[in-house]
């Protein structure tokens, strides 16, 4: 039996008080002191993962009370090291790996300092994250009629450690790449680096203009607040939004039914996996970077797979490669915590002006 752990936190004080009830009239400010002081703690026991070549895994996931605008805002030290605390407590679990969940990867150094306090390997889980964006983008893409080759993609947080490889894998596929983000010198070398592959690439601070004509748009920044609204997409666009908390405004399920947004890095897991902890997505399925931590103990990797905000393309083969062999799948589209049906999506597209396929 293999064993890993992996490192949760809530997203947003709403994750709080779904998870507290009794705490849930507290204001903002008491509810955040609250997480402050409180040490990592055992979520729950994960059990029943087999995998497709006969592998077995158990785990825990373990709660590291912050959330993401606190993760962010809070000194660097005091938040890294409860992220520290948080993997010593995988290690003392049992765990052989450990993962870092949605801002315990995106603060500080991607894991480096984590790694090098504890004794077992740490993966932040970014290199599965991007093989399953760019998945399902492309997937999206092909439901609402669109030929990638003939598409203007945009990458929203390029210059980000997922951002930076899915840009370069849109690069070779597309016609033309908007690489949008905040710091236009680096976006403008990430551009000059990718000159000469097939789509022509551009870079923007403004995110309105980035998005007017883009077919597809990946959005994997690390906002903690909604930065694209209903009015910044195109008719029959497809939006793959990886990033936790989302950054697609929920106006945009409202007031837009000619738009596919789907959610990014959903993975159904083999087996009668039991995570004893409801983090909102159906049985059996999980996100990208909890199923990479899972991925690499059952195929016995103990090491650091995904570490640091470097990814290389031969990361993202590899751990795709590895959750072939292993029966790890994208799974179902879901929009705003909802599944989508085919009949949903073939109203999206029909709306958008798009024939039936
Ligand atoms: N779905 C999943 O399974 C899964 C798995 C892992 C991670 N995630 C999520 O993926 C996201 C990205 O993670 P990461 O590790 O790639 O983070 P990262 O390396 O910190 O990169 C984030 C990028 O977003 C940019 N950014 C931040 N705020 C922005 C804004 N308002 N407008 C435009 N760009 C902005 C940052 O710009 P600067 O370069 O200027 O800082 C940075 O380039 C996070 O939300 C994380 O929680 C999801």
Redesign the pocket.
């Known amino acids: 039996m293999e064993r890993f752990a992996f490192i949760l936190h809530p997203?947003t004080l709403d994750d709080v008080r779904r998870w507290q009830p009794a705490v849930a009239d507290r204001p903002d400010a008491v509810l955040e002191k609250m997480l402050e002081g409180m040490p990592p703690f055992k979520v729950s026991h994960v059990t029943g993962i087999r995998s497709a070549a006969g592998a077995e895994a158990e785990g825990w996931f373990v709660g590291c009370p912050l959330t993401?605008r606190q993760m962010m805002a809070l000194d660097a030290d005091f938040v890294i090291k409860k992220i520290i605390e948080a993997a010593a407590m995988a290690e003392t679990l049992g765990a052989g790996i450990v993962g870092l969940?949605?801002?315990t990867?995106?603060v500080g150094d991607?894991g480096i300092t984590v790694s090098r306090n504890i004794n077992i390997p740490v993966t932040?889980?970014?290199s599965y994250?991007v093989a399953?964006?760019v998945e399902g983008a492309l997937h999206g893409a092909e439901l609402m009629g669109i030929d990638p080759s003939a598409a203007t993609v945009a990458v929203?947080?390029?210059?980000?450690?997922?951002?930076k490889v899915c840009s370069c894998i849109m690069a070779d596929k597309t016609a033309a790449l908007k690489l949008?983000?905040?710091?236009i010198e680096?976006l403008e070398a990430l551009a000059a680096d990718l000159d000469g592959r097939k789509a022509v690439v551009s870079a923007t601070?403004d995110?309105k203009a980035g998005l007017a004509a883009a077919d597809i748009i990946l959005t994997?920044?690390?906002?903690t607040?909604v930065?694209i609204e209903a009015d910044d997409l195109k008719s029959g666009a497809v939006v793959c939004d990886?990033?936790?908390?989302r950054?697609v405004s929920r106006q945009v399920s409202e007031s837009r039914n000619d738009v596919l947004v789907i959610?990014?890095?959903?993975?159904a897991v083999p087996g009668e996996v039991e995570f004893n902890f409801s983090f909102g997505f159906p049985p059996r399925t999980a996100?990208?970077?909890?199923?990479e931590t899972i991925l690499l103990a059952l195929d016995q990797r103990y090491e650091s797979f995904t570490l640091g905000?470097d990814i290389s393309l031969k990361q993202v083969k590899d751990i795709s490669a590895m959750a072939d062999r292993h029966g790890f799948k994208l799974a179902g589209f879901r929009s705003f915590e909802r599944a989508l049906s085919s009949e949903q999506i073939a109203a999206i597209r029909r709306n958008a002006g798009r024939s039936a396929l």
């Open positions: 997203l993401a969940g949605a801002f990867a995106v991607g932040t889980g970014n994250t399953t964006a929203v947080g390029a210059n980000g450690s997922i951002g949008v983000g905040r710091r680096a601070t995110i994997v920044t690390s906002a607040d930065i990886v990033s936790r908390p950054n959610e990014g890095g959903v993975v996100y990208a970077c909890m199923s905000k």
